[in-house]
């Protein structure tokens, strides 16, 4: 039986992608912080939490990951653990770097030095590209991150890049671009909205406090995402894949179309704009070329945009209906 660790498998994509594995008959294995009050809430969700064996880790911790691949030995990791939420990273910069960056960095030395055939992926990221001035992004577009957490990511890339080279370790990074879900953070615009959106229609809200909504992202469905992930890590050669949709959406499309789905007209009636939301510096627009993986990986996303917006408003109404009754 093959053996995945995940960590960050509480996370958005963490539950996904072990719902994924354990279908493929994986022994998985969920790295967790050793936390009061931890919230199984995704997993749940997904019906998978007595599937999952989890471990006690911490990215920061060295001695912990070290510990756990000596008790684990995984054929693969998925390191899905981050601080991942860009607006976060200005207030906590060390934070953010040690978790994102020394992190991995941390887990590729354990792979080098006791397991060296454990296959390793890093969740790497679109705000690698920042505002790099071009309108379509592929493999070899060239990085201008905007943010510390676009910044502590692309040491984990090129990290993981060079133990490639310097010590023909197996890691692949998975560029991936924005991807929601109904189990996305409430921080994240997307989940933002499509709550807001339900608690409206519900009569339980009548505002949503956003701030940038001419900001364009390429938004797809987690699910179909972590299915990128694993198909990369099964290539005779590592390698690094962007994973997107190919189309943009502004966070304007993205309520309109929310608050459309619920049935709710006139939706500028109930935005408010906060500069608190608002970035230090913002990227204007990101869209990516996914060809590669759609070659090599055969890889397609599956869901669309109005889909996702859709599944992730319903979802919410569910969850506030079912907390109502
Ligand atoms: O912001 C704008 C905001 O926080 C999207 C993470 O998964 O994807 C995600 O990063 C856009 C930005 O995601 C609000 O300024 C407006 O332009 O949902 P977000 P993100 O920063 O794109 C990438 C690929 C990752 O790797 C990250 O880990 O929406 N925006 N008003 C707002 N954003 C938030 N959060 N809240 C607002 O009120």
Redesign the pocket.
């Known amino acids: 039986m093959k053996k995945a660790l995940i960590t960050g498998v509480l996370g958005?994509d963490g539950p996904y992608l072990a719902k994924y594995l354990l279908k493929k008959g994986y022994k998985v294995y969920g790295m967790v912080p050793r936390r009061l009050n931890l919230n199984f809430y995704n997993t749940d969700y997904l019906g998978i939490t007595n599937k999952i064996e989890f471990v006690l880790g911490d990215m920061t911790d060295e001695a912990s990951l070290i510990n756990i691949i000596r008790n684990t030995w995984p054929d693969e990791i998925y390191n899905l653990a981050?601080q991942?939420?860009?607006?976060a990273s200005w207030d906590q910069p060390k934070l953010t770097t040690e978790t994102n960056a020394l992190g991995p960095l941390y887990l590729l030395n354990v792979i080098r030095n006791f397991t060296p055939n454990t296959k390793f992926y890093q969740?790497s990221?679109?705000?690698m590209f920042g505002n790099n001035g071009r309108e379509l992004q592929d493999e070899n577009a060239p990085f201008a991150p905007q943010?510390p957490?676009g910044i502590s990511?692309l040491y984990a890339y090129w990290i993981a890049n060079n133990y490639v080279e310097s010590y023909g370790l197996f890691c692949c990074n998975g560029i991936?671009?924005?991807?929601?879900s109904p189990l996305r953070g409430q921080?994240?615009?997307?989940?933002?909205i499509s709550e807001g959106v339900a608690k409206i229609k519900l009569g339980l809200a009548d505002k949503i406090?956003?701030?940038?909504?001419e900001?364009e992202?390429d938004w797809g469905f987690a699910g179909d995402y972590v299915e990128a992930m694993f198909k990369m890590m099964q290539q005779k050669k590592p390698g690094n894949y962007v994973v997107a949709t190919g189309k943009k959406y502004s966070?304007k499309d993205f309520l309109e179309t929310a608050f459309n789905c619920a049935g709710i007209k006139n939706w500028k009636k109930h935005i408010i704009i906060?500069p608190t939301?608002?970035?230090p510096a913002?990227?204007h627009g990101?869209r990516g070329n996914a060809s590669r993986a759609r070659k090599e990986l055969k890889w397609k996303p599956k869901v669309k945009f109005r889909e996702l917006v859709a599944m992730m408003v319903d979802a919410d109404l569910k969850r506030l209906n079912e907390k109502k009754k």
């Open positions: 958005q981050a991942s939420f860009v607006g969740a990221t679109s705000e943010s957490y990511k991936l671009f924005n991807h929601e921080d994240f615009v997307t989940r933002k406090t956003l701030g940038n909504l900001a992202r966070v906060n939301y608002k970035r913002e990227i990101l």
